[in-house]
C-alpha cells in the first residue's frame, strides 16, 4: 500500500485530478471533503455536528479526520491510495506519519495563483447525486444545469463556494495548510506541480512524476 497526496489550496483542482487519476490508474480515492459532505448530506449525528464548520469554510477537528481516514486507508486494504483533502495542517501530517510509517510515496503540490482560485471556485458546481465536478465556463454539462451523467439531477453550488467563504478558506490554507509542504519538503517528498494548464495538461504532469517516481522504486538496487 503506497499513500499519494493531493496537496494545495481550495480550487487547485485536487478533486477533478484524483477522479481522473482514480479513473486511469485504478486507484482507491480518499476525499476528506466528500466524506464530510456525505456525512452532511445523509443527515448522520458527525453529519449534524460538523455542518456550519464547513459551511462556513473552516477545519473540523483533528480527531474526527483521523477516524474516518484511518477508516478509509483501513478499507482500500493493499490498494494505492489517493489522499485528497488530507492532511491539512502540521498535526494531522504527524499523526499519518504515526499510524502508517513510510506509506507516504509523495506529495503532488499543485500551484495555482490566487486569481484563478477564486475563478474556479466560484464557478464551480457538483452533481449531488454522482458528485462530478463541472464549472460553468471551463467545464460546463452537456445541458445546462443538469448533470451529464445523473438525468434528472440538478447541479448544486457548494455552501463554501461563496466569495466570503472561500476568502477565509484561502487564509486557513495560508496559516494551516501551507506548512505541511515544509514537513514533506524536508522528507524529501513534496513535488510542485503547475496547475494552470488544462485538466488534461496537469493530468499528465502528475502522471510523468508519479510514473518517474514508481519506477525508481522499481529499479533494483545495484550491489558493489
Ligand atoms: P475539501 O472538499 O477538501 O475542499 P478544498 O480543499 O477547499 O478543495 P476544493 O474541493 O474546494 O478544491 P479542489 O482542489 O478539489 O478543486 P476542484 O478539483 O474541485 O474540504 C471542504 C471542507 O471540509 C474544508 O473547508 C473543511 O471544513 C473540511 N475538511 C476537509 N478535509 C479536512 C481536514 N483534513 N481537516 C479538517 N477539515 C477538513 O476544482 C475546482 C474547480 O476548478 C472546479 O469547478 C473544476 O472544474 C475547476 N478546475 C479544476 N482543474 C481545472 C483546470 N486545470 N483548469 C480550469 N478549471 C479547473
Not at 22 to 47: A, N, V
Not at 190 to 201: I, K, L, N, P, R
Request: hydrophobic letters at 35%.
Amino acid at each position: 500500500m503506497k499513500l499519494w497526496i493531493l496537496f494545495g489550496p481550495p480550487g487547485a483542482g485536487k478533486g477533478t485530478q484524483g477522479d481522473l487519476l482514480k479513473e486511469r490508474h485504478q486507484m482507491c480515492k480518499l476525499s476528506t471533503g466528500d466524506m464530510l459532505r456525505r456525512h452532511i448530506q445523509t443527515g448522520t449525528p458527525l453529519g449534524k455536528k460538523i455542518q456550519a464548520v464547513v459551511d462556513a469554510g473552516h477545519l473540523v477537528s483533528d480527531e474526527i479526520l483521523l477516524e474516518l481516514v484511518r477508516e478509509g486507508i483501513e478499507e482500500a486494504g493493499d490498494r494505492e491510495i489517493l489522499l485528497d483533502g488530507y492532511p491539512r495542517n502540521v498535526a494531522q501530517a504527524e499523526a499519518l506519519d504515526t499510524f502508517f510509517p513510510a506509506q507516504v510515496g509523495a506529495v503532488f503540490h499543485l500551484v495555482v495563483d490566487e486569481a484563478a482560485l477564486i475563478e474556479r471556485l466560484s464557478g464551480r458546481r457538483l452533481c449531488p447525486t454522482c458528485k462530478r465536478i463541472y464549472h460553468v465556463v471551463t467545464h460546463p454539462p452537456k445541458i445546462s444545469g443538469g448533470c451529464d451523467d445523473c438525468p434528472g439531477s440538478a447541479l448544486v453550488q457548494r455552501e463554501d463556494d461563496r466569495e466570503d467563504r472561500i476568502r477565509v478558506r484561502l487564509a486557513i490554507y495560508e496559516r494551516e495548510t501551507a506548512p505541511v509542504r515544509d514537513f514533506y519538503r524536508k522528507q524529501g517528498l513534496c513535488y510542485d506541480v503547475q496547475a494552470d494548464g488544462s485538466v488534461e495538461t496537469v493530468c499528465s504532469r502528475l502522471t510523468d512524476i508519479w510514473e518517474k517516481i514508481q519506477s525508481v522504486a522499481n529499479t533494483p538496487r545495484q550491489t558493489e
